[in-house]
């Protein structure tokens, strides 16, 4: 996919005959390699990247324009790893679903978000958590509810174990719930918004958003989902009570997997620090231009 990648966007640059900053946009699923969209411009990503890796991107992308080398620059490649060695980044998007009455606050291919945060951090969890408390998002108390289409239930069984062995109530739609129970996680079953509550013991999934039950709503459909409906009140109602919500499975994952270390290995480190405390921490073998420059 890597070389799918670079070599889509070889051939893109040289037939629109660009020379400085492109934003590119791919989408690939297993080995295959889309181009969504191409952009002759410098993206958001280009700063955050250029201060991440320790390259000063812009001062290459004008070199390039005025047809002067780069070779000096130990510009990094698709291939280059361990730069940043020491610190990760990780950029979050902040979005305005809360500005746009009814609209379903779940993401596609096309840009949604509005802004971002960039942070920091030792490792890949500490910097992931940093950057989303930094966007406003309230780390759950006590419970939380999870509603998955039903192809992704068991790869979400290891995440919700995880949050269940950190203290959280579960609370589930019923699919998902039999799912849980089958893998012998505990969890309270909850009813459908499209279910009629009257006269019911059973909890009510609306109900638990909008009296400020839950601290988390964690929904995920997929193109095979049925529940439509039902899944947009639920999304909609965490948006409109101000409940943190996740839509995504690769994010859920990596949420779970921040949250365990955190609250079991006692991480440390999520207070904001800067940049150039970062920097101030290197030695001056690990600047990747003179050490007294800015990098």
């Known amino acids: 996919t890597q070389m799918r990648v670079r070599d889509a966007a070889k051939k893109i640059v040289k037939r629109l005959n660009i020379t400085g900053p492109v934003n590119i946009q791919f989408v690939a699923k297993g080995t295959d390699v889309m181009c969504i969209e191409t952009n002759v411009r410098a993206s958001r990503s280009f700063p955050f990247v250029s ?5 000063d991107f812009i001062e290459a992308a004008t070199r390039a324009i ?12 698709l291939e280059t790893r361990n730069r940043p060695n020491g610190y990760v980044g990780v950029k979050a998007p902040m979005f305005s679903f809360t500005r746009l009455r009814g609209s379903d606050p779940v993401l596609g291919v ?12 030792a490792t890949k969890e500490e910097a992931f958590l940093k950057s989303l408390l930094s966007t406003g998002f309230k ?23 995880q949050l269940k062995e950190l203290g959280y109530e579960i609370y589930a739609t019923k699919k998902t719930a039999e799912v849980l129970s089958k ?17 019911s013991d059973v909890p009510h999934a609306l109900n638990l958003i909008r009296n400020g039950e839950v601290g988390l709503v964690i929904n995920i459909p997929t193109h095979e989902s049925k529940r ?18 996740l839509t995504n499975m690769n994010l859920v994952k990596t949420f779970t997997d921040a949250v365990y270390i955190h609250k079991k290995e006692g991480m440390v480190g999520l207070e904001p620090t800067s940049l150039f405390e970062h920097y101030g921490k ?14």
């Not at 780390?139 to 174990?161: C, F, G, N, R, Y």
């Not at 079953?189 to 279910?195: E, L």
């Not at 899944?231 to 101000?242: E, K, L, Q, T, W």
Request: with cysteine.
């Open 228 to 245: 439509l409906e039902d899944n947009y009140a639920m999304r909609r109602a965490a948006v409109d009570f101000g409940v943190p919500l």
């Open 51 to 55: 201060k991440t890796m320790g390259v």
């Open 110 to 121: 096309e840009m949604a978000s509005t802004g971002e945060v960039a942070c920091f951090g």
């Open 139 to 161: 780390m759950p108390k006590k419970s939380i509810l999870i509603s998955a289409q039903e192809s992704l239930q068991d790869e979400m069984t290891h995440s919700v174990w």
């Open 282 to 295: 290197e030695q001056d073998a690990d600047a990747w231009t003179d050490p007294t420059e800015f990098h």
């Open 183 to 199: 893998n012998r996680v505990p969890c309270t079953v909850v009813d459908y918004p499209t279910d009629d509550d009257s006269g």
């Open 66 to 77: 005025v047809d002067e080398p780069t070779d000096d620059m130990n510009l990094p490649t």
